[in-house]
């Protein structure tokens, strides 16, 4: 017989679609590229505030400002989105 397992724990956060200067103003050089290059506003609007959402909820958790969550110089511009590891403090960049 295996252990039971507690079951884990979930937070469920939401956000409005919102593409207001605040908004944009977590998104990184890469992202503002990304965000140009959308043609539909309210592509623009979703894409901004998913990745202002994802920043603001690894900032609250791990204690660090949403601005610096995000793939930085080094990535190589491949995208993929904020980062909870130490990549995205610049740790580990040879």
């Known amino acids: 017989m295996s252990a ?13 679609v919102t593409d207001r200067p605040a908004v944009r103003a977590l998104l ?20 901004a505030a998913g990745r202002a959402l994802a920043k603001s909820v ?7 400002p949403a601005r610096s969550r995000g793939g930085g110089p080094g990535c190589g511009g491949r995208g993929g989105g904020p980062r909870a590891g130490p990549r995205a403090r610049g740790a580990g960049r040879g």
């Open 4 to 16: 039971v397992q507690p079951a884990a724990a979930a937070r469920v956060v939401w956000s409005p």
């Open 28 to 47: 990184d050089e890469g992202e503002r590229g990304r965000y140009a290059a959308l043609r539909a506003p309210g592509d623009r609007a979703r894409f």
């Open 58 to 64: 690894l900032g609250r958790l791990t204690g660090a």
